[in-house]
């Protein structure tokens, strides 16, 4: 049963302190999606990779985050310096054309809190 | 551009009743629609999607939507609730590779 997988599913850190999430997409997916979702906000499109290469991280602050695939397996998505603002939970999804539609598979989530 | 309304925050109903969980959407272009259920420090697992081919679709755990173009609604109906439905629900609009996601459903079941 294929699945995307994230790491870690908790992370707990001071402030000022430098994070990162790691996603592994589901094998023959070629595009990859990072969410944020917060009581406040809700589910927040953050950056999104197709074959690797972004294309759009018009979500993400881009001052202290940033977003990479250094390899078809692995997606990562850094916070450098954290803030407690950046407290939430951070989402993977790995995506598939299937006929006519665009369908996406989500990780189970990295929890983080930042203190 | 596309954008979805979950019209309401908080359902509730009790054990064995129906289940209604209503969704409009608004997109330039012919949309995919899905649902997406999370349940308590869950990810997100998909429910079902509309891809033109039906306009009645049925997921799993027994619930289904039905398209309705000139209401330009996707609500998500059950006939009878159990326990284990108590979950946040998201209707989800995408016109491309992007998924835009309402605010979101919270059902409660009452025993």
């Known amino acids: 049963d294929a699945r995307v997988t994230q790491t870690p599913r908790d992370k707990v850190t001071e402030m000022g302190q430098e994070v990162t999430m790691r996603c592994q997409p589901i094998?023959?997916?070629?595009?990859v999606f990072w969410y944020r979702q917060t009581m406040m906000q809700g589910l927040e499109l953050l950056a999104y990779?197709?074959?690797?290469?972004?294309?759009?991280d018009s979500g993400m602050p881009k001052d202290r985050f940033s977003a990479e695939m250094p390899d078809a397996t692995l997606a990562t998505l850094k916070i450098q310096p954290s803030e407690p603002r950046d407290s939430a939970v951070y989402f993977c999804?790995?995506?598939?054309?299937?006929?006519?539609?665009?369908?996406?598979?989500f990780g189970p989530g990295t929890r983080l809190t930042v203190l | 551009a596309q954008s979805v309304t979950q019209l309401d925050s908080h359902v509730s109903v009790s054990e064995g009743t129906p289940v209604l969980l209503r969704c409009n959407y608004s997109?330039?272009?012919?949309?995919?629609l899905f649902w997406y259920v999370q349940h308590p420090n869950k990810g997100l697992q998909l429910l079902l999607k509309?891809?033109?081919?039906?306009?009645l679709v049925k997921g799993i755990n027994g619930f289904e939507a039905e398209f309705k173009k000139s209401e330009t609604s996707f609500h998500l109906t059950k006939p009878s609730a159990h326990m284990s439905d108590a979950a946040e629900y998201f209707c989800v609009v995408s016109a491309d590779e992007k998924l835009t996601f309402g605010t979101g459903t919270r059902l409660t079941i009452i025993p």
């Open positions: 990779f197709r074959n690797r290469a972004p294309l759009d």
């Open positions: 509309y891809t033109s081919a039906a306009t």
């Open positions: 094998l023959g997916h070629n595009t």
């Open positions: 999804a790995s995506g598939l054309v299937h006929g006519l539609v665009f369908e996406q598979f």
């Open positions: 997109s330039s272009y012919s949309p995919s």
